[in-house]
C-alpha cells in the first residue's frame, strides 16, 4: 500500500509540473483570436485587418451571414450600424477570412 501511495504523490508532482511550466507566450495585441460563437451580420461590413475604419479591408461580411466571432476589443472609433461614436471591434472568422468588424454590425443569436 505504501508503495501504491508512494507511486501516486511521484506521478502527482509530475504533474503538477508540467501545470505549473513557464507561461505559453502571449498573442500579439494584432492577432485575431475566434473561438466558436455564431455571430450574424445586422447589416453589410467590411471586415478589417485591424481594429481601425483606416485598416485595410479584407472583405465583406454581408448582412444576415453567419460567422464564427471571439470577444469584443476596443479599437478606432466609426460610425456604423447606427452608431456614431463606436469604438468596440469583435473578432471575426467569416469564411476564411479573420479579421474585425464593428461591434455593433452584428448579433448573436
Known amino acids: 500500500m505504501r508503495k501504491l501511495l508512494a507511486g501516486a504523490a511521484t506521478t502527482m508532482v509530475a504533474v503538477a509540473s508540467l501545470a505549473f511550466s513557464a507561461p505559453a ?3 500579439s495585441s494584432d492577432t485575431v483570436s475566434v473561438q466558436a460563437i455564431n455571430c450574424i ?3 453589410s461590413v467590411r471586415i478589417r485587418k485591424s481594429k481601425s ?3 485595410t479591408s479584407l472583405g465583406l461580411f454581408p448582412k444576415g451571414a453567419g460567422a464564427e ?3 469584443s476589443t476596443e479599437g478606432g472609433t466609426y460610425t456604423a450600424c ?3 461614436n ?3 471591434w469583435i473578432a471575426i472568422n467569416y469564411q476564411g477570412i479573420k479579421g474585425y468588424v464593428a461591434l455593433y ?3 448573436r443569436p
Do not use: R
Open 41 to 43: 451580420a445586422k447589416e
Open 25 to 27: 507566450q502571449a498573442a
Open 86 to 88: 463606436g469604438f468596440f
Open 82 to 84: 447606427g452608431h456614431t
Open 105 to 107: 454590425c452584428i448579433t
Open 69 to 71: 466571432c471571439g470577444g
Open 53 to 55: 475604419t483606416s485598416a
